[in-house]
């Protein structure tokens, strides 16, 4: 009995053997493959996964390429739809017809009180800087200017030049361009000049006879703001004296042989215009000759020179519109002053900035600390007799 167990037990073994080895599915799990695989087959998983991987490597590259082609287009495509809405924009900002000088000038001309004031020092006069007829006093006076500013530009243009100049500015007001060439004496177009200079370019404008003391950015003070001022002038009289009206146009008068600008400034602009109304009804009434009496010198100054420039810059204070000043100012609130004061966007300098050493109306010299300028009067427009180079 227990024999028959054991020979059923064996048979039942054989039999599931022949099973497993004959009617196994053919995928069965060979006993080699759970064998570790050789270096070939290895190498060639590696180089399969290499493929793989720069396949997938060219894929992304060919995909980033191709998107950003698509951002450069687009790129391009608001370009072009930029330049077209700022040609439109620029078409509907153009002047209208009979637009006055004022609005003119402050069209090709803004005013940004913000920008920095610009490093160009303006001087005219007969002869060039490198011309051996030049005298060296002059020449050696507006040297100190280059001296002591070396990064500015320093230019010294001849009247040829200067004409030039103002015909390219202002190609687009044809009315500063007439009243410019109608103005009969050479010290009127210098004066003119000045003014058309700095509002179109701004920077420092300095009479030839002029020797400069100290450089242009120490003469703001430290607690003020250059953003905050887009125009310095100087005192150039205070005269304390009932008889004043015999010597001086103004009671205070600012100097306008040294100025120092932003473009587009108001008071620019302004006196600019009223000289190109002054001359131009000057001219269609034929009275642009001056008299040769002794009311010649007042009307010079009345026209082009330190009367108008006075009474342009006082306009400016009483015009809250443009200064946003709303107190009443006169030139009691400039007689006797020592130290710089700004109102509004100007910086008024005290008598010694610019007329250091004259030895009258509290000027101190020129080796006070507030001396930026020293003015030698050689008068060029004067007759050769009346003139006092190398004093």
């Given at each position: 009995?227990?024999?028959?167990?054991?020979?059923?037990?064996?048979?039942?073994?054989?039999?599931?053997?022949?099973?497993?080895?004959?009617?196994?599915?053919?995928?069965?799990?060979?006993?080699?493959?759970?064998?570790?695989?050789?270096?070939?087959?290895?190498n060639a998983q590696i180089r399969q996964a290499r493929g793989e991987m720069e396949s997938a490597l060219e894929d992304y590259q060919r995909t980033t390429e191709e998107k950003l082609d698509d951002h450069n287009r687009r790129l391009e495509a608001l370009e072009t739809e930029r330049r077209?809405?700022?040609?439109?924009?620029?078409?509907?900002?153009?002047?209208?017809?009979?637009?006055?000088?004022?609005?003119?000038?402050?069209?090709?001309?803004?005013?940004?009180?913000?920008?920095?004031?610009?490093?160009?020092?303006?001087?005219?006069?007969?002869?060039?800087?490198?011309?051996?007829?030049?005298?060296?006093?002059?020449?050696?006076?507006?040297?100190?200017?280059?001296?002591?500013?070396?990064?500015?530009?320093?230019?010294?243009?001849?009247?040829?030049?200067?004409?030039?100049?103002?015909?390219?500015?202002?190609?687009?007001?044809?009315?500063?361009?007439?009243?410019?060439?109608?103005?009969?004496?050479?010290?009127?177009?210098?004066?003119?000049?000045?003014?058309?200079?700095?509002?179109?370019?701004?920077?420092?404008?300095?009479?030839?006879?002029?020797?400069?003391?100290?450089?242009?950015?120490?003469?703001?003070?430290?607690?003020?703001?250059?953003?905050?001022?887009?125009?310095?002038?100087?005192?150039?009289?205070?005269?304390?004296?009932?008889?004043?009206?015999?010597?001086?146009?103004?009671?205070?008068?600012?100097?306008?042989?040294?100025?120092?600008?932003?473009?587009?400034?108001?008071?620019?602009?302004?006196?600019?215009?009223?000289?190109?109304?002054?001359?131009?009804?000057?001219?269609?009434?034929?009275?642009?000759?001056?008299?040769?009496?002794?009311?010649?010198?007042?009307?010079?100054?009345?026209?082009?020179?330190?009367?108008?420039?006075?009474?342009?810059?006082?306009?400016?204070?009483?015009?809250?519109?443009?200064?946003?000043?709303?107190?009443?100012?006169?030139?009691?609130?400039?007689?006797?002053?020592?130290?710089?004061?700004?109102?509004?966007?100007?910086?008024?300098?005290?008598?010694?900035?610019?007329?250091?050493?004259?030895?009258?109306?509290?000027?101190?010299?020129?080796?006070?600390?507030?001396?930026?300028?020293?003015?030698?009067?050689?008068?060029?427009?004067?007759?050769?007799?009346?003139?006092?180079?190398?004093?």
């Amino acid at each position: 009995m227990r024999l028959t167990f054991i020979k059923a037990l064996s048979l039942a073994l054989t039999a599931l053997t022949i099973i497993f080895f004959f009617v196994a599915p053919k995928n069965r799990i060979s006993p080699a493959g759970l064998l570790p695989a050789t270096e070939a087959e290895i190498n060639a998983q590696i180089r399969q996964a290499r493929g793989e991987m720069e396949s997938a490597l060219e894929d992304y590259q060919r995909t980033t390429e191709e998107k950003l082609d698509d951002h450069n287009r687009r790129l391009e495509a608001l370009e072009t739809e930029r330049r077209y809405l700022e040609k439109q924009l620029s078409q509907l900002k153009r002047l209208p017809t009979g637009a006055s000088i004022r609005e003119q000038l402050s069209f090709q001309f803004p005013y940004d009180v913000k920008r920095k004031f610009p490093a160009y020092i303006w001087q005219t006069w007969k002869q060039n800087l490198d011309d051996p007829k030049l005298d060296p006093v002059l020449k050696e006076r507006s040297m100190s200017w280059r001296q002591k500013n070396g990064w500015f530009v320093h230019e010294v243009l001849s009247d040829d030049t200067a004409h030039a100049l103002i015909q390219h500015l202002y190609m687009n007001v044809p009315d500063v361009i007439e009243a410019y060439n109608a103005l009969p004496l050479t010290i009127l177009k210098a004066d003119f000049f000045r003014y058309l200079i700095l509002l179109a370019r701004g920077g420092v404008y300095s009479d030839f006879d002029t020797e400069n003391l100290k450089p242009i950015p120490n003469w703001i003070p430290n607690d003020v703001d250059a953003q905050s001022i887009g125009l310095i002038v100087g005192i150039e009289a205070d005269p304390d004296r009932p008889d004043w009206k015999e010597w001086y146009a103004r009671r205070i008068q600012f100097c306008q042989w040294t100025i120092q600008a932003k473009p587009g400034h108001p008071v620019l602009r302004e006196i600019v215009s009223r000289i190109t109304e002054i001359t131009l009804d000057k001219k269609k009434n034929k009275k642009l000759a001056l008299p040769d009496s002794k009311s010649r010198g007042s009307e010079i100054m009345d026209w082009t020179g330190p009367g108008i420039w006075t009474d342009s810059v006082f306009e400016y204070f009483g015009d809250s519109v443009k200064s946003g000043i709303y107190d009443t100012i006169t030139w009691k609130d400039f007689s006797g002053l020592v130290v710089p004061k700004k109102l509004s966007d100007v910086l008024v300098l005290p008598i010694t900035s610019f007329s250091p050493g004259v030895g009258t109306m509290g000027a101190q010299d020129e080796n006070h600390p507030l001396a930026f300028v020293k003015h030698h009067f050689e008068g060029s427009w004067k007759p050769e007799s009346e003139r006092h180079i190398g004093n």
